[in-house]
């Protein structure tokens, strides 16, 4: 009800998407005229748990990752601009993204097998290192594991699988979408290009593309420090129409199709 009240998806006549990022993730279709929604388990690794290396958009986490084809070298970027001690969603997200550019993964996730220093194991877990132990804080090298990945996977696929089964049952494409909001902390950072290469935001043109921040915490103040918008609020409560996709019978083969990395053409 906060997102749908903070993003103002309710107050205009263009067709949106809205997800709202996180462990769960909330999506909504709609404008004036109608809204659905539904909710999807997405899991923690955008949120950098069941990282290996994963933690919150904090000072020192990776945010940004750029790898040169050729050589596989590394440029990061991390929140605050301090060394690197592991590595948050938005970070996971562009690794992903450029491993796959790259073709050091494949569509399905795994590794290939690439003649270069960064490829190592950890622990019997096949990894790439993003930042050597001597670039970082704690001494230890940053590496994204097979296993980071499968994470990564897991929760794409199921906000694309939602995507795809909210926007079919009410009839839209990406084509008919005007906006596209990206909410939640882990949506402050994210590289659209990486979130569109991997499916986790329908191809929609990025200037349709708006990150709005946490509106769950946005539209709870609205309705503090406001009747009117406490009336909204209980409007949206009772208009917005939820889908429940574990009742959809092509869920499952909806999610299995979903943990591939679709991509654009790479060649």
Known sequence: VADVLASGIRETDELSLLLDIGTNTELFVGNSSDIVSCSCASGPAFEGAHIRQGMKAVHGAIERVRIEPTSLNVEYETVGAD????ICGSGILDAVAELLKCRVIDSKGRFQKVDNKRL????????????WGNE???????????R???????????IHAGCTILMSRVRVKASDLKRVYVAGSFGNYVNPASAKLLGLIPEVPTDIIRFVGNTAIAGAKMCLSSTEARVQAKRIGEEVRYVELGADPGFSKEFAASMYLPHQDLS
Do not use: C, W, Y
């Not at 060394?83 to 592991?86: A, I, Q, S, Y």
């Not at 194991?121 to 096949?126: I, Y």
């Open 148 to 158: 980071d990945i499968g994470e990564a996977q897991l929760a794409k696929a199921a």
């Open 83 to 86: 060394k690197p001690v592991g």
């Open 136 to 146: 970082t804080s704690t001494g230890d090298p940053v590496a994204i594991t097979q």
């Open 120 to 131: 190592i194991e950890v622990s019997g877990d096949r990894a790439f290192v993003l930042a």
